[in-house]
């Protein structure tokens, strides 16, 4: 059946493959693009990727788009097909910001209380000093909140942005503002409630009039009635390691960090300007030198990346050549979306890429789609990086669990019933004592397996159980399973050493000293004293 499975959805990529490669124009010869092609189609249909679409820019040219698949509704694929970005949002949301740098409106090193008042997290000397440069860098010492209420809440009243700032000032900094990179949206979160207050417009009018129009991005979508107008369609969820299509709500209150819509041509119009001094056709969006600042390390990140203003500096190996190559990139997504824009300057290219399906342990092979298309296009080979092997092992304890308690528990309820049939107990039937024990020991397994299942996992991964329902359903559903076993169990053991209890008590009534018993019955007799009869 596995087998005949993977087939069928073989065989329907291929036909959606043959139905919707949508090639752009101009798009050179094929065969120039030839192992790029051969590489994304073994990857795409490895990855069951529902609908997605790569582009490749070289200079202010779109050399090569191909779309493949369906989008939430079984539409085909195109180029102007609107997906979801997560946090390629964010380099949107920092160009904005150095726009008004750049008009003299708002400065880099001055704390955001010069432009938010109003703005408070739970520590008051951080909020004095945490500005917009460590925003932009996340080094203000927030930390993340993905595993919290503060993102992802669907909020598409038009002061939902604020009210979720606001929200931040039960937010405890982990670090001293300047100090340390910690990734968290909080920080453009912020960075979008700055741009409102400067400009006076809702953060949405203000990047469609200076950022999206110039660019010509026609398709994208900053509200959700702009998202509902371009046709943003639902995405999917891996769910054991298979797409399922999952309609997630629209959030204009996340734009600035995660909910903003574009397509895949919107987003080579943004990849040129970066490659050209923000420039895009005859229009100017930012200086060259705020270009090159953006780009550019600000602060290390763990693990030997770097981090700029809205966009991550590091070096990409595997190229084929003598050195390593340096890459500008981000890579973005939200529970049922993907997005990734890798600018490679030295070589003036750029690699676009758009799937409608994620989830956290499947992040490691989508993000690295763009970085493999880098390595061929330099001559190198593709490393096919395989899904998050902590995550996935997780996955497999938690239904390895699973399918032990309740094996235990059928195990335990069959046990119970043959012994209540039985016509003759066993012997040797364990003492107080050891029931007690042999129960308060299920109890503390079963209760140390519930809570390390719908707490311990999720505080593990720095997120709270909804969010990991969220992000990783199967993950998040098997640990909801695991709790819902282990505490049926415990439930059924406390039962059942009830009765084994009363049964204990009924047989040591059974068994007790007859004189005992004689001595009872005469206590019951009110001290009545009955006489021997008398020999004749």
């Excluded at 073989?10 to 693009?33: C, I, K, N, Q, R």
């Excluded at 709500?249 to 919107?266: C, F, I, Q, R």
């Amino acid at each position: 059946m596995k087998i005949l499975a993977r087939l069928v959805t073989g065989v329907a990529f291929l036909a959606a493959l043959l139905t919707s490669a949508l090639p752009a124009a101009g798009t050179p010869p094929a065969d120039e693009f030839a192992e790029v092609d051969s590489y994304l189609s073994r990857q795409l249909a490895d990855l069951q990727t529902p609908g997605s679409g790569v582009a490749i820019v070289r200079g202010d040219q779109v050399v090569y788009q191909r779309a493949w698949g369906v989008d939430g509704d079984g539409q085909p694929v195109t180029g102007q097909t609107p997906f979801l970005l997560g946090s390629v949002a964010k380099p949107f949301t920092a160009l904005a910001v150095l726009q008004l740098v750049e008009a003299g409106r708002v400065a880099l090193d001055t704390p955001v209380r010069h432009y938010l008042p109003w703005f408070r997290v739970a520590d008051p000397a951080a909020t004095e000093l945490i500005t917009v440069r460590q925003l932009l860098t996340h080094t203000s010492g927030l930390p993340g909140i993905e595993g919290s209420n503060l993102t992802d809440r669907a909020d598409n009243t038009p002061d939902g942005l604020t009210r979720s700032v606001r929200d931040l000032a039960r937010l405890r900094p982990t670090a001293a503002p300047g100090q340390t990179h910690q990734y968290s949206s909080a920080n453009y979160q912020i960075l979008g409630a700055l741009v409102e207050a400067v400009t006076g417009q809702p953060f949405g009018t203000y990047l469609r009039r200076d950022v999206l129009d110039p660019l010509d991005m026609r398709h994208t979508a900053t509200t959700s009635a702009e998202a509902a107008a371009v046709g943003l369609t639902a995405g999917h969820r891996y769910h054991f390691g298979r797409p399922q299509r999952f309609d997630l709500p629209y959030d204009t209150s996340g734009v600035p960090y995660g909910y903003l819509a574009a397509s895949l041509d919107d987003l080579t119009h943004f990849a040129i300007a970066q490659l050209n001094d923000g420039r895009y056709g005859n229009t100017r969006l930012l200086s060259a030198s705020g270009i090159a600042q953006a780009h550019t390390n600000q602060m290390p990140v763990g693990g030997g990346g770097r981090y700029g203003l809205g966009w991550r500096d590091t070096v990409l190996t595997g190229t084929g050549t003598d050195t390593d190559t340096r890459i500008v990139w981000h890579a973005g997504a939200v529970p049922n979306s993907f997005s990734h824009v890798l600018l490679v300057p030295g070589s003036d290219l750029a690699v676009v890429v758009l799937s409608n399906v994620y989830s956290l342990a499947m992040d490691p092979p989508l993000t690295g789609i763009a970085f493999d298309v880098a390595r061929i296009l330099h001559g190198g080979a593709p490393t096919m990086a395989e899904p998050d092997p902590l995550l996935t092992g997780a996955l497999i304890a938690m239904v390895t669990i699973a399918g032990l308690l309740l094996a235990g528990l059928v195990w335990t309820l069959v046990r119970a019933i043959r012994r209540r049939r039985s016509a003759n107990r066993p012997s040797g039937a364990p003492t107080r004592g050891r029931l007690l024990a042999t129960t308060v020991g299920w109890l503390v397994g079963c209760a140390a397996l519930a809570i390390g299942a719908v707490w311990g996992l999720p505080a593990a991964s720095g997120a709270g159980p909804a969010q990991v329902l969220l992000w990783a359903p199967d993950l998040g559903q098997t640990s909801v399973a695991v709790a819902v076993l282990a505490t049926t169990l415990a439930l059924v053991r406390i039962v059942l050493a009830g009765h084994a209890l009363a049964d204990l008590r009924r047989a040591r009534l059974s068994t007790a000293d007859p004189g005992d018993a004689g001595g009872d019955a005469a206590d019951r007799s009110h001290g009545a004293r009955i006489e021997p009869p008398v020999p004749v």
